[in-house]
């Protein structure tokens, strides 16, 4: 199988499945290559091919520029090697993987409906399920090419429970057929777990999360993962929700549920597209804006967690580390591409 070595250094890795991106190869492998979704939109795992052939999977990936193509820049989560290669990418402590992924076929026990448009799906797959409150797992359907990212909701577990709160797309590729087809019995292929956003339980401040739409479900798992670690009893939590109508805003009752609920949680939603007959008395406006009027000036003291559509993590990290000061070390983030 293909090895791929990192140009100037001495780390290198084996392709060992065919069908590997390099990424998931050297994630794999214990490498820590740079990455954020795994899904050709972010750009961060760029690297120029300096030897070998590598087979491209979606060339046309929005997380190339022109001048990135230009250059011949490629991306590691969507290129594999057909030989021997020599890349140049960025590296570093911080990518390297705490948990390696694997992949397994996991059967649908229960779908649960939460909202008109997000429904929880939950998965057993046959092994315990390993993974840090927040992080990611690629999903893959039969018959659809490419496998897509869904946040766990659910904390890690032995009984090998992998939760979901998914968005229907209109015209999605996997989320049309996963909303109208799949019943409990049926199997997906699951590989994971990805993703850096994680709690972070040697923090020392307060947590601050804010998700936009679907984005509540990694942030819900950071929400399990602080309330539940009795290494993290001193600290707060403010999460901050925001969807387009009162009819979008879920999650609060599964809040609730979390031990130490009323001492320890503040619950704050907005909506931005509000209606007379809606009768919703909370906040309007973008999620970050709330935010801003709710706990503007003492940002810095919190460890903050987003999740959601790319622009609402740019307005919201734009406020966050530009307009309020809040060190990036602080801020951890995924766009939900
Ligand atoms: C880190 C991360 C976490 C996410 N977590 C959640 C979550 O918890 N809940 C949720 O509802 N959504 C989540 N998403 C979004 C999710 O991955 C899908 O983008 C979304 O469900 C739409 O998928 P679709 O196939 O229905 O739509 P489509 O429009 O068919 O596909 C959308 C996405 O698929 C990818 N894609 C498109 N074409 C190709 C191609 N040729 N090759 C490879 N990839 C391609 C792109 O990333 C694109 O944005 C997350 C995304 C990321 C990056
Ligand atoms: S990690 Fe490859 S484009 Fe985002």
Known sequence: MPIVQIHNSADSFEQTERHDSI??????????LSYECNSGGCGSCKFELIEGEVEELWPEAPGLTARDLKKGRKLACQCRAKSDLVISMRTDESFRPVILPVRFQATLESRRELTSDITEFCFRGPAPARFLPG?????SLDGVPCPRAYSMSNLANTEGVWEFWIRKKPGGRVTEPL???????????LDGP????FLKADAPRDVLCIAGGSGISPVLSIARGLLNNPTMVGRKLHFFFGGRTPADICGLEELKALPSF????????AISEPKP????????GFIHDTVVQVL???LGNYECYLAGPPPMVQATTKMLL???GVPAEQVHFDRFF
Do not use: I, K, N
């Open 23 to 32: 990424l998931r190869a050297g994630l794999g492998a214990g490498l820590g």
């Open 135 to 139: 992080q990611y797992t690629m999903l």
């Open 179 to 189: 909303f109208a087809m799949l019943e409990p019995g049926d199997q997906v292929g």
């Open 194 to 197: 990805y993703g850096l956003a």
């Open 262 to 269: 009323a001492e320890r949680v503040c619950f704050h939603a």
């Open 277 to 284: 007959e809606d009768g919703w008395e909370g906040a309007v």
């Open 296 to 298: 503007g000036g003492s």
């Open 322 to 324: 530009l307009d309020e």
